[in-house]
């Protein structure tokens, strides 16, 4: 048996002489030289295609739009957004769980300083604070949970709980984007009812 290398880009064991299988050419690698050489035809094919990322990262990127003026880059950035969507090792620093608490049930003003609490499937607990902008994020060399995880946001006497765990997605903009609909719960916040914006905000 010889290892053969097709263009789906996975191996197969077969002593066929080369054939056309579906849409793949597959060829016959007797050697590691030629074995060599078939990769490098393939990482030229992903180089000059750009079709080796993963275009489902790489549309979720696109949309999420261009920086705020006048915010850069940097952890008060992109608040309410799906941060892991970047942060996921790849191109930026990863992230295990992150995410924006807003004050009111508007959405419009960030919850600066309030604990978020986790604990996951193992009993792991961590807590994290958020910054002026309402943002937190977790580092995996600091807390990685073993899924599902609860959380507990607390803030100058209000408290919330998450009625159910989250289950692998440590994005919580995945499921609370900024507007309630069918696909969200809206924006995770402090209190429940509208009221006069704090004086606060990030430097």
Request: aromatic share 8%; glycine share 12%; hydrophobic share 35%.
């Amino acid at each position: 048996m010889r290892p053969v290398l097709d263009f789906d880009f996975h191996f197969q064991y077969t002593g066929a002489r080369p054939t056309w299988q579906g849409r793949s050419f597959v060829m016959l690698l007797s050697s590691s030289s030629k074995r060599a050489a078939a990769w490098i035809v393939v990482l030229g094919l992903c180089a000059a295609s750009s079709g080796c990322g993963d275009p489902l990262r790489e549309d979720a990127v696109v949309r999420l739009g261009d920086e705020l003026p006048g915010v850069p880059a940097g952890p008060l950035h992109r608040a309410g957004q799906p941060c892991l969507v970047c942060h996921d090792g790849s191109t930026s620093t990863p992230f295990s769980v992150a995410g924006t608490i807003h004050l009111r049930i508007d959405g419009a003003q960030p919850a600066a300083s309030a604990l978020v609490h986790f604990a996951d499937g193992l009993g792991n607990t961590y807590r994290v604070a958020t910054n002026c902008a309402g943002n937190f994020f977790v580092r995996p060399g600091d807390y990685e949970p073993a899924w599902p995880l609860w959380v507990r946001v607390e803030r100058e006497g209000w408290t919330q709980v998450m009625e159910s765990p989250v289950n692998g997605d440590g994005s919580c903009a995945s499921c609370h984007a900024p507007a309630p609909g069918p696909g969200s719960a809206g924006p995770i916040y402090m209190i429940p009812f509208e009221g006069e914006p704090e004086e606060a905000g990030c430097p």
